[in-house]
């Protein structure tokens, strides 16, 4: 009698819970329906140089529609690497690379599709990005991330009664970044907003296509680039974690970039660099006992 009250209770607990999920508009989660983006994905081609735009050559070479003021930090930037330092790429002092440079994919990345969330783990940094697919609206204050805030919606383009893409808006992005090592600048008002279209290749269901679009006041106009990555047929059996701070000899001191040498000494990064203010040092004497 027991066992028959225990099965009766788990039968109403059910119905209950499927009227809730009812109730709240979630539809019952069939993996059939959606696109098949297992496993281990990686940018394609060298990526010139790892450019956001990677059908052009890192920094000038993308003419990235910027207004004149961040034009000219642009080309401030490239100067001073091409000088030997690092112009404005906060990465080198291990700030993470912020979307949406981190869909470059320089490591590899992987796709988990659930019911509510879609998430993206790049190995780089250990990043870790949630999509939200639940169709939730914007929150009225979103604290601000590298990675932003993303909606996203599956969408089934060719009405076959399958999802084949994934259209993502992401808001709340905060800086210190940039787009690529070259220091193509976002606005340093944090408003930019990253549209997203992911897609299967029509041709090919191991190439896997990222159509973002940036809306950003540092830009004449929405700026829009497509990223592609090839599935990786050998996936790694372990992916690796990400510790930028260890071994980092970068430090920056006063405005410049020094470096620690292989001896544990500071010294220049490049060429004519004044050394640091050592007012807190006493330069030339013994110190005390």
Request: overall charge negative.
């Amino acid at each position: 009698m027991r066992l028959r009250s225990l099965a009766g209770a788990l039968v109403i607990l059910a119905l209950l819970g499927a009227g809730v999920a009812q109730a709240q508009g979630f539809d019952p989660f069939d993996p059939s329906k959606y696109p098949d983006w297992k496993g281990q994905w990686l940018r394609t081609g060298r990526g010139n140089g790892n450019a956001w735009d990677p059908s052009k050559p890192l920094g000038l070479g993308e003419g990235a529609p910027l207004i004149p003021e961040y034009q000219a930090i642009l080309e401030a930037a490239v100067a001073d690497e091409k000088a030997g330092g690092q112009g404005i790429d906060p990465t080198y002092l291990c700030v993470p690379s912020g979307l949406p440079r981190s869909m470059i994919a320089v490591l590899p990345m992987e796709i988990i599709v659930t019911p509510q969330t879609t998430y993206i783990a790049l190995e780089l940094f250990s990043t870790q990005r949630r999509i939200y697919t639940d169709g939730r609206d914007w929150p009225v204050k979103i604290a601000p991330s590298f990675e932003g805030y993303s909606i996203g919606r599956w969408e089934d383009s060719k009405g076959s009664g399958r999802y084949d893409q994934l259209v993502v808006e992401t808001r709340g992005l905060k800086g210190p970044h940039t787009y690529d090592s070259s220091g193509v600048p976002f606005h340093k008002d944090d408003q930019a907003i990253i549209f997203e279209r992911l897609y299967s290749d029509r041709n090919d269901p191991n190439i896997l296509h990222n159509e973002v679009t940036t809306i950003d006041h540092a830009l004449t106009r929405p700026w829009t680039v497509t990223r592609s990555y090839r599935r990786e047929p050998n996936p790694q059996p372990l992916w690796t974690e990400t510790y930028c701070t260890e071994d980092n000899h970068h430090v920056f001191i006063g405005g410049h970039n020094y470096v620690v040498s292989g001896d544990g000494h500071l010294m220049p990064a490049r060429k004519d660099e004044p050394p640091p203010d050592l007012r807190n040092f006493a330069v030339g004497k013994p110190s005390s006992p």
